[in-house]
């Protein structure tokens, strides 16, 4: 996606930004020339009148071809939408489990820390999407390398990314397969007589769905799709832990921290617990990409909508966790299951709740799924055009468009079958993600931004950075310990 800026011959679209990968806008001696020719300086100015006025747009023509840039008039209700349906998913359900080793205090002291840590990165990306060049850069990969290089970038970036994207949509067709088939034999009843589907042949109906759903052309045309899986993850949110409390806590209920078999294990279980923490908040891999879907002049630079969004989704997101972190762990203890809280419904409160309730929640934890797999394979498929496109020079027919997001969710099933346990390995997916969202911002402010050496700021960004690298290694190290320990030697290829 390399190459220089160039005018396309299209009606004049609502953005002054060069979009990325990043361009040269001026060569060396047009910059001099701008600067220092009466002639240069007229044209500079004429130029950031009628930008200005909205009259012209400088846009890479690759950019308009892709699914991420191809319709940029967003605005901050699609933000708001965006970043909630990625935002809150069938991570949060996990949160109660980390409190089970780390206990009240350590865990709602680490569960405010992230926050925290997470709103300031999401803070520093939104700054970064523009910079004072006029370059935007509308995906996270390609922010990576122009910080940090070409190779040392794609290598630090690139596979975190994709494997967040790939690794969330193989748990989604888990968990949303999972609820499918939970929702199935809720509404049939005991007394049914119809043979249900296996648990992989409902991944495959999950699969199929999402698929469908995944040939709507780009990023903003999921506005919708997000909205509704705002308002069911908000729902199905609310339904789970209002219920719980409103039954109370279970007989003989524990909060001491579990103890592991020994001081390892024990120890493991509570980077596990930092893990599962970490990958709620997952999502800062398409912030720049959700921001690059708005339109964008130096009058009216898009990072204010967005940050507008990000406050707004950001509040909701905040009323979800707590009371579900919280709150399950009151009512559940140490006996939620590690699968998370709405396991725990089912199991410990499955007799004495309305059957409308337990299939309302199934159907909305599904739903809540198709439209998070959309938003997450969003940068698979742009990646995946974006090879077309930079060797071909022309756009992606429709029928291969369609091919590639048929063949990722092949591969995302593959995945889904192999290892039906992803779920349960947030933490793993969290030390993977730790750095994408926690510590790579740090370090890009630092390389574009370039505060002085020492100062406050330097310091901060220096601390965060270096510490969320330190976490993720320990994370991934604890994660596949309990890949290894949990689900190596009894579950691949054993959905249940």
């Not at 925290?116 to 850069?137: D, F, K, N």
């Not at 590639?404 to 349960?424: E, Q």
Request: charge should be positive.
């Amino acid at each position: 996606m390399a190459g220089e800026v160039t005018d396309v011959s299209s009606p004049p679209v609502k953005v002054a930004f060069v979009s990325t990968p990043p361009t040269r806008m001026l060569s060396p001696l047009e910059k001099s020339m701008a600067v220092t020719t009466p002639t240069g300086k007229a044209v500079a100015s004429m130029r950031g009148y009628l930008e200005e006025v909205e009259q012209i747009a400088k846009l890479d023509r690759q950019d308009a071809w892709l699914p991420i840039t191809e319709s940029r008039n967003g605005n901050a209700f699609y933000s708001t939408f965006h970043c909630l349906c990625s935002g809150i998913g069938f991570q949060v359900l996990v949160l109660p489990v980390a409190f089970t080793f780390l206990g009240w205090i350590w865990g709602t002291l680490c569960l405010s820390l992230a926050f925290i840590w997470q709103i300031y990165t999401l803070w520093l990306l939104v700054q970064l999407h523009e910079s004072a060049t006029g370059i935007r850069y509308c995906r996270y990969i390609h922010l990576a390398k122009d910080c940090f290089g070409k190779r040392l970038g794609t290598l630090l970036a690139k596979f975190p990314t994709m494997y967040l994207s790939g690794g969330t949509c193989s748990a989604l067709v888990v968990v949303g397969g999972g609820n499918m088939k939970l929702f199935f034999e809720i509404a049939c009843g005991p007394t049914c007589q119809s043979e249900p589907l296996s648990t992989i042949e409902w991944y495959l109906v999950f699969l199929f769905m999402a698929v469908i759903l995944s040939q709507l052309p780009n990023l903003n045309s999921l506005v919708g799709v997000s909205l509704a899986g705002a308002i069911t993850a908000v729902s199905y949110c609310t339904i789970i832990w209002a219920v719980s409390l409103s039954l109370g806590r279970l007989p003989h209920t524990s909060y001491t921290p579990v103890d592991g078999r020994g001081r390892i294990n024990r120890m493991l279980d509570i980077v596990n617990a930092i893990g599962i923490i970490a990958f709620a908040f997952r999502g800062h891999n398409l912030v720049l990409e959700i921001q690059a879907t708005m339109p964008s002049t130096p009058k009216h630079p898009s990072r204010i909508q967005m940050w507008r969004g990000v406050k707004a989704a950001y509040l909701v997101v905040a009323f979800c966790f707590y009371p579900i972190a919280i709150g399950g762990f009151w009512a559940y203890g140490n006996k939620i299951p590690p699968s998370g809280i709405l396991h725990a419904l089912f199991a410990f409160h499955g007799n004495d709740t309305s059957r409308v309730v337990l299939g309302l929640t199934c159907l909305l934890v599904v739903i809540n799924c198709l439209s998070s797999f959309q938003i997450y394979a969003m940068p698979v498929f742009d990646n995946l055009e974006a090879g077309y496109t930079g060797k071909n020079d022309k756009p992606c027919p429709r029928w291969l468009r369609s091919g590639f997001r048929a063949v990722f969710g092949s591969v995302v099933f593959l995945i889904a079958v192999a290892f039906p346990f992803l779920s349960d390995l947030a933490g793993l997916l969290g030390g993977i993600a730790l750095p994408v969202t926690m510590a790579y911002p740090c370090f890009m402010w630092i390389v574009m931004k370039k505060p002085e050496k020492f100062s406050a700021v330097w310091c901060v960004n220096w601390a965060l950075g270096s510490l969320g690298m330190g976490l993720s290694a320990v994370l991934v190290v604890g994660g596949l310990w309990r890949l290894i320990d949990v689900g190596l030697s009894v579950r691949f290829f054993k959905a249940q």
